[in-house]
């Protein structure tokens, strides 16, 4: 049986039925990141700069490695749930709504590898889950997983775009015929583009991440300007807009479904007690609390300065009394004095 057929039966033995393989070689887009990067759209996270010749030249990272197992997951619906303190009830990434993937989805890898290290004992065989220098989206690509959508993710037209990417590199030469590229299904479609609230899809395929939701309200350790927070909406942590909106992701997800989701949540007694919650508690209690948590990546500062953005978008003038206790707070007291001059009334 060849390598490819075995590794058909073992994924499929264990849920993972979209991967790939492709060899391990200078990414096809390496020219269009570098043009992305010395246009500064990678905004403040310089460790994207930092990795670019790793990027470049997967081998230095991983000298043994000629081949990579490409494997996708679903996180719609989530496949690993939480208790519901680490969801709050707020606007979340559905990819945020359940435990760090990190977490499982190498775990998944792992069992895979173990397998092919038994069979292969000779080879190795390396996991990662966003976490090596690698273009992932253009392995994924290679591998026959998708084409580059114009929001910048990986579409497949039976799987949509809600899935996380993992690798699996290998020194195994796989003797197999090269993956048919997905061709580019987009067409004239421009939903994603229209769609996004900060207009930081500046066209086709072209993030810039200085005016994203998801980079203000996860990576950023600053505040937004102020003429961004206000298009920031009821954000609390990430944004899927560009997806949701995605013809391809109401076709597999069904239209009505996805579209429930670019609505704004809905402000009920829950979310004022979350958003409440989230001010008054101690960096110490949130970090313990969403541990496991994607959400863990903002760190509790910057959960508590996504906060204040949401009350202020939404002008949830009960919580006045929470917010007012920031004031005086070294690292949020000017967003505090932003968010009560959006609520209106004296500070």
């Known amino acids: 049986m060849s390598f490819v057929s075995q590794l058909e039966l073992l994924m499929r033995r264990f849920g993972l039925n979209h991967f790939g393989v492709t060899p391990l070689a200078k990414p096809l887009s390496m020219s269009l990141y570098r043009e992305w990067l010395e246009s500064g759209h990678q905004a403040s996270m310089k460790y994207l700069s930092d990795h670019a010749d790793l990027k470049e030249n997967p081998q230095e990272f991983a000298p043994r490695a000629r ?8 996180y719609f619906p989530h496949p690993y749930a939480v208790d519901e303190r680490s969801t709050p009830r707020l606007r979340t990434a559905l990819y945020a709504r359940g435990e760090d993937y990190h977490f499982h989805f190498r775990d998944e890898l792992e069992t895979v590898a173990r397998e092919l290290r038994a069979r292969y004992p000779e080879h190795e065989f390396l996991c990662f889950t966003d976490s090596a220098p690698i273009l992932e989206r253009d392995l994924a690509y290679r591998a026959g997983l998708g084409w580059f959508g114009k929001n910048t993710c990986l579409i497949h037209p039976r799987e949509g775009s809600l899935f996380f990417l993992g690798q699996i590199l290998t020194s195994l030469p796989v ?3 090269p993956a048919s590229p997905v061709p580019d299904f987009c067409g004239k479609c421009d939903r994603c583009l229209r769609a996004c609230p900060t207009g930081a899809l500046e066209e086709p395929r072209v993030l810039n991440a200085n005016k994203c939701i998801s980079f203000w309200t996860i990576e950023a350790r600053e505040d937004a300007p102020p003429e961004l927070r206000v298009r920031l909406g009821d954000w609390f942590f990430g944004c899927d807009i560009c997806q949701t909106v995605c013809p391809w992701n109401e076709k597999v997800f069904g239209r009505a479904k996805v579209a429930a989701l670019n609505e704004p949540a809905a402000v009920t007694d829950e979310t004022i007690a979350d958003l409440r919650w989230i001010l008054t508690s101690s960096n ?13 990546r903002a760190r509790p500062i910057g959960l508590k300065r996504n906060a204040l953005v ?14 007012s206790e920031l004031v005086d707070h070294p690292r949020l007291g000017d967003l505090a004095r932003w968010t009560l001059a959006r609520l209106g009334g004296n500070l």
């Open 67 to 74: 081949t990579a197992i490409v494997v996708a997951r679903s």
């Open 175 to 177: 003797d197999a015929e």
């Open 284 to 296: 110490k209690e949130l970090a313990r609390i969403f541990a496991r948590s994607p959400l863990s």
């Open 310 to 323: 949401v009350i202020a978008n939404r002008g949830l003038s009960q919580l006045r009394p929470e917010v």
